[in-house]
């Protein structure tokens, strides 16, 4: 398997998960991001539970969007001596959305993967980045926007 996926457990059968933006059911063309804060922040909302954040396909589309304006980054080193989000904070030298350097500041890690690379052997989408504290807040505010009617 291409994936090391963090969450060996979660939902087990792909056909339950739902979105966890709007809370339909997952279409073959989901699409998964994983959270991994260093410790001085905290993962998204909709991913507070397990670190991962179910998207279905017409989500995608938006998330998609933004995620292609992200420069991403090689996967993060994983060492028992750190947490994966400091591994994420050592290969990537600036944010992957604002370009400022990340040394020693909070940053979110993403893991933005297709459901076949994570279930399967697919080999989809499957990408890395570093956001700084501020676009992980930004970022955290899109999430709760995408999936949404309109409200707020
Ligand atoms: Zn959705
Ligand atoms: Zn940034």
């Given at each position: 398997m291409s994936v090391d996926s963090?969450?060996?457990?979660?939902?087990?059968?792909?056909?339950?998960v739902t979105c966890s933006?709007?809370?339909?059911r997952l279409g073959s063309a989901g699409r998964f991001a994983s959270f991994y804060p260093t410790d001085d922040r905290s993962a998204p909302a909709p991913a507070a539970e397990d670190g991962v954040v179910a998207v279905c396909a017409d989500c995608t589309v938006e998330v998609d969007e933004l995620v292609d304006a992200w420069a991403g980054h090689d996967a993060p080193p994983v060492a028992d001596e750190w947490s994966i989000g400091a591994g994420y904070r050592r290969v990537?030298?600036?944010?992957?959305?604002?370009?400022?350097?990340?040394?020693?500041d909070a940053v979110l890690g993403v893991e933005y993967f297709d459901r076949e690379a994570a279930y399967g052997g697919g080999d989809g989408p499957h990408a890395n980045f570093s956001l700084c504290d501020g676009c992980a807040t930004v970022f955290e505010e899109f999430l709760d926007n995408v999936g949404g009617d309109g409200g707020v």
């Open positions: 963090p969450t060996s457990e979660g939902d087990g059968s792909p056909g339950r933006l709007c809370g339909h990537a030298e600036d944010c992957s959305f604002c370009d400022r350097a990340v040394d020693g």
